[in-house]
């Protein structure tokens, strides 16, 4: 059960879009619809942002979205804004009753 | 508001075990509707999940840490508890306990992490 694979950092200036892949295998992102992102800031607890792919919690911005195309999932955030500035990771189900996470990214505002 | 908070010794001898409980306010631990589990992440790194028990005592472990690790739940508490045992300093991470919804196995409620570290 390997990490799934994540850049280890991105940017954006405020306004603009970005988005932040996560490649798993077909054991995994690509096998389920079960791809869940969360947002960290320095010190918290994360944050849930997207479920079963593309799904948002209520209280989540709707310029979080999320997609799948084979074995990568992706997480894009638009109307980029400075409260944006966190580490993001994607989880997937990884079959046999197991879970997997991404490495994280780091997202900068510049 | 659905509320988990971790507790236990901030350091672990090496080789010693590591013991952790998550308290659950604001619900029932007992909800068909949840698994609870614990994700760590080790300074400057990423998460990794752990393992998740149900609140009837049914467990799923990381294969990579199964042999360490024994999660197990006390509904008349509303807690669940976390043993890794013969730890070593790759231990030493910030350990959250969460829970998860198992329609679309996905964490909405996190605990606040708790910094374990291992060293003599």
């Known amino acids: 059960q390997s990490a799934l694979t994540q850049p280890a950092s991105v940017s954006g200036s405020p306004g603009q879009s970005i988005t932040i892949s996560c490649t798993g295998t077909?054991?995994?992102?690509?096998?389920?619809?079960?791809v869940s992102w969360y947002q960290q800031h320095p010190g918290k607890a994360p944050k849930l942002l997207i479920y079963?792919?593309?799904k948002r919690p209520s209280g989540v911005s709707n310029r979080f979205s999320g997609s799948k195309s084979g074995n990568t999932a992706s997480l894009t955030i638009s109307g980029l804004q400075a409260e944006d500035e966190a580490d993001y990771y994607c989880?997937?189900?990884?079959?046999?009753?197991?879970?997997?996470f991404g490495g994280g990214t780091k997202l900068t505002v510049l | 508001q659905l509320q988990l908070q971790e507790s236990g010794p901030g350091l672990v001898k090496p080789s010693e075990t590591l013991s952790l409980t998550c308290t659950v306010s604001?619900?029932?631990?007992?909800?068909?509707?949840?698994?609870w589990g614990w994700i760590r992440q080790p300074p400057g790194k990423g998460l990794e999940w752990i393992g998740n028990?149900?609140?009837?005592?049914?467990?799923y472990y990381n294969p990579s840490l199964k042999s360490r690790v024994t999660i197990s739940v006390d509904t008349s508490k509303n807690q669940f508890s976390l043993e890794v045992s013969s730890v070593i300093a790759a231990d030493t991470a910030v350990y959250y306990c969460?829970?998860?919804?198992?329609?679309?196995?996905?964490?909405?409620?996190w605990g606040q992490g708790t910094l374990v570290t291992a060293s003599s």
């Open positions: 604001g619900g029932s631990i007992s909800s068909s509707s949840y698994y």
């Open positions: 077909s054991s995994d992102v690509g096998s389920y619809n079960l």
């Open positions: 028990i149900y609140y009837s005592g049914g467990t």
């Open positions: 079963e792919g593309s």
């Open positions: 989880c997937s189900y990884a079959g046999s009753s197991t879970w997997v």
């Open positions: 969460a829970r998860w919804y198992t329609s679309g196995w996905y964490v909405d409620y």
